[in-house]
């Protein structure tokens, strides 16, 4: 099992380009959520999904899409990135009532 | 709102003592907390759980402490070693339980 894989790794945007994060988990859980995480302030959840089909806005959801057409997948999209938006972020994904599984992050930088 | 937060952002220890960290939670109603360790460049790593009908509850080297009086969550390391360097966060379920409210986190640092 490779458990929660993202990509890319790292990123470098300019202001106003647009980019999907890849989020992709392998051990069929229901539940996936995306989380920032900025110097000083934890993790702070953007989005997450129940089920295919069904998503649902976190604590930071502006300026970010998400969708979730299949079980394994959850793309995060920035629709136009902006320097706000540099961060690193984290896929997660559980079965419900169960820890949270997480990537390694995707490393985001807006110029 | 709901909130979960940490008492000290660093923790420093010697190779071999116990640690203990802080977290305190401001929802009287979160039923579930977790535990994460995170290694630079990595993502969280879960190291326990705990549901609030417990008081306590025990891993390897590691217990966890619910004091739901005081809304307190405790992470103790016994024999605390190099490989436990890291930053350690504090999670509840959202009132949902569909994803995870974090703290700031602590860094540990061992020392030895």
């Known amino acids: 099992n490779a458990g929660v894989t993202q990509t890319p790794k790292f990123q470098v945007l300019k202001t106003g380009q647009s980019m999907t994060l890849q989020c992709a988990q392998d051990?069929?859980?229901?539940?996936m959520s995306w989380y920032r995480q900025d110097p000083g302030m934890g993790l702070r959840l953007i989005h997450y999904?129940?089920?295919?089909?069904?998503?649902d806005q976190g604590e930071v959801p502006n300026g970010y899409n998400v969708s979730r057409s299949t079980t394994e997948d959850f793309p995060l999209r920035l629709l136009s990135a902006a320097p706000s938006q540099t961060s690193v972020y984290f896929c997660?994904?559980?079965?419900?009532?169960?820890?949270?599984?997480f990537g390694d992050g995707t490393r985001l930088s807006i110029l | 709102g709901e909130s979960v937060g940490l008492h000290l952002p660093t923790l420093s220890v010697q190779e071999g003592d116990n640690s203990i960290i802080n977290c305190a939670y401001s929802n009287s109603a979160s039923d579930y907390f977790i535990w994460y360790k995170q290694e630079s460049g990595k993502g969280p790593q879960f190291i326990i759980d705990?549901?609030?009908?417990?008081d306590k509850r025990q891993g390897q080297r590691v217990t966890v402490l619910l004091n739901k009086t005081v809304k307190h969550l405790s992470l103790q390391i016994a024999a605390t070693q190099p490989g436990d360097s890291a930053v350690y966060f504090c999670a509840e379920n959202n009132q949902a339980g569909t994803a995870l409210i974090f703290g700031k986190g602590t860094t540990l640092s061992v020392s030895s």
């Open positions: 999904s129940v089920g295919a089909g069904i998503t």
């Open positions: 051990m069929n859980h229901e539940y």
């Open positions: 705990i549901r609030s009908n417990m």
């Open positions: 997660a994904s559980s079965t419900p009532g169960q820890p949270q599984h």
